[in-house]
């Protein structure tokens, strides 16, 4: 079955540490995002990439990165400048150059910095 | 820029009720809309969309939303919810320009809550 993978589903970390969450699909799709999801906010977009080798930041990159090396994979590291990390973060995908525009997600990684 | 409003942030109802979830636009130019449904600790799922064509969508699970461009709004109706609806639905918005990136943009998300 075609589909977004994220692991792991939980993470702890300590206050200070980077940390990268991994997301890949098999949907042979060129587009790719990452969005942090908190309570009564909604999702907010930190990065996508429309295409290998390129991506471009969303509304709240500061303290995260990405890279964007092979279609299938698009980790996100959550810097230890990210000044509060703690959040429920979904990974998505979709056809770009496409008239049906739907995102397709993950099930998401929550991660916990204490 | 796009914005999506739900007022409601959270919505009890009881099964086998009918029930609306409210959606309001803005935008200066045409737009696709979107809900989505997140049950917890899982990502999000498509209900249905809105391109272009018909003012009334269905979308899966018995939900359908109405496309009002004069009220710039996007309801999401059931006519009659199970306990198996209760999770948080998103609208979303995106421009229906077609040059660049035209990002989504979310609400804050209804919960909805089905009781016996």
């Known amino acids: 079955d075609g589909g977004i993978t994220q692991s792991p589903k939980y993470l702890f970390r300590k206050e200070g540490q980077n940390v990268t969450l991994s997301c890949e699909q098999n949907?042979?799709?060129?587009?790719m995002y990452w969005y942090r999801q908190d309570p009564g906010q909604g999702l907010r977009l930190i990065y996508y990439?429309?295409?290998?080798?390129?991506?471009q930041k969303g509304d709240i990159a500061e303290g995260y990165s990405v890279s964007r090396e092979k279609k299938e994979s698009f980790p996100l590291t959550v810097t230890s400048a990210q000044k509060n990390p703690t959040a429920f973060y979904l990974c998505?995908?979709?056809?770009?150059?496409?008239?049906?525009?739907?995102?397709?997600f993950g099930p998401g990684t929550r991660l916990t910095v204490t | 820029a796009q914005s999506v409003t739900q007022l409601d942030s959270q919505v009890p109802v009881f099964e086998e009720a009918p029930v609306e979830l409210r959606c309001n636009y803005s935008?200066?130019?045409?737009?696709?809309l979107f809900w989505y449904v997140q049950y917890p600790n899982q990502g999000l799922q498509l209900l249905l969309k809105?391109?272009?064509?018909?003012?009334l969508v269905k979308g899966i699970n018995g939900f359908e939303a109405e496309f009002n461009k004069s009220q710039t709004s996007f309801h999401l109706r059931k006519p009659s919810v199970h306990i198996s609806d209760t999770a948080e639905y998103f609208c979303?918005?995106?421009?229906?320009?077609?040059?660049?990136?035209?990002?989504?943009?979310f609400g804050t998300g209804t919960r909805l809550l089905v009781s016996p």
């Open positions: 935008s200066s130019v045409s737009v696709y």
């Open positions: 809105y391109l272009s064509g018909s003012t």
């Open positions: 949907l042979n799709h060129d587009a």
């Open positions: 998505a995908s979709s056809i770009t150059g496409s008239s049906d525009y739907e995102q397709y």
């Open positions: 990439s429309q295409i290998v080798n390129d991506f």
């Open positions: 979303a918005v995106r421009s229906g320009l077609n040059t660049g990136f035209q990002k989504l943009v």
